[in-house]
């Protein structure tokens, strides 16, 4: 059974930076896309970025580019998710996703992914 976990989240002050891992379990993720999405109170999971797995591209939001950085160790079968110049509008629970190949479209949408992980709090203090 394929699984996803994340964690690293936590309280940092606005400015500062965190990083968040996806560890998976039960397979490679090569062959597949991890994708990172957040979603604040009131609102609807919106998308982060994404890897591929196999040649490790990434793709980010607008809001989020030049500022987050997504990586990856495949021995370890852990994506990583770097955040920088935190906002206080990056206050999010963070989840990653795994998605078959796709259009940039569908990876960019809840919609493309096929397996969640729990999520992690990430709160940003002004």
């Known amino acids: 059974q394929v699984q996803l976990g994340e964690s690293g989240g936590g309280l940092v002050q606005a400015g500062g930076s965190l990083r968040l891992s996806c560890a998976v379990s039960g397979r490679s993720f090569n062959g597949y896309v991890l994708g990172w999405f957040r979603q604040a109170p009131g609102k609807e999971r919106e998308f982060v970025g994404w890897?591929?797995?196999?040649?490790?591209?990434?793709y980010y939001a607008d809001s989020v580019k030049g500022r987050f950085t997504i990586s990856s160790d495949n021995a370890k079968n852990t994506a990583y998710l770097q955040m920088s110049s935190l906002k206080s509008e990056d206050t999010a629970v963070y989840y990653c996703?795994?998605?078959?190949?796709?259009?940039?479209?569908?990876?960019?949408?809840?919609?493309?992914?096929?397996?969640w992980g729990q999520g992690t709090q990430v709160t940003v203090s002004s």
């Open positions: 890897l591929s797995g196999d040649d490790r591209d990434t």
């Open positions: 996703a795994m998605a078959y190949y796709s259009d940039h479209r569908t990876l960019s949408s809840v919609r493309g992914y096929h397996l």
